[in-house]
């Protein structure tokens, strides 16, 4: 079964740095293209940030391109996601998100880490 966990976040002032990590079990890592969500309190899921199965491309949300870096590890089957030049507009839980690469495969996701950008 797909099972997905990030961690990593916390609070931070404005103009800090984090960096998230997302670890799964239960699949082929490599073969799953990933991707980080958030959700603020009161608002619907935002997505953040995507890396395809062999890091061969990412893409970003206009909220956080210019800030942010997706990356991942195969070999030790991580997902990373640094931020940089936190805002308070960044605070939500971030979760991450894994997709089979055939088409018409679902997302799954899992257990999200909360980032708190104090103002």
């Known amino acids: 079964d797909v099972q997905l966990q990030a961690s990593g976040g916390g609070l931070v002032q404005t103009g800090g740095s984090l960096r998230l990590s997302c670890t799964g079990s239960?699949?082929?890592?490599?073969?799953?293209?990933m991707s980080w969500l958030r959700q603020a309190p009161g608002k619907g899921p935002e997505w953040v940030a995507a890396?395809?199965?062999?890091?061969?491309?990412?893409h970003y949300a206009d909220s956080v391109k210019g800030r942010f870096t997706i990356s991942r590890d195969n070999a030790n089957e991580i997902m990373y996601l640094q931020m940089g030049s936190l805002k308070p507009e960044d605070t939500a839980t971030y979760y991450c998100s894994a997709t089979y690469y055939m088409p018409d495969s679902p997302n799954r996701w899992g257990q999200g880490t909360l980032v708190t950008v104090s103002s």
């Open positions: 890396i395809d199965r062999g890091a061969w491309s990412t």
């Open positions: 239960g699949f082929t890592f490599r073969d799953y293209d």
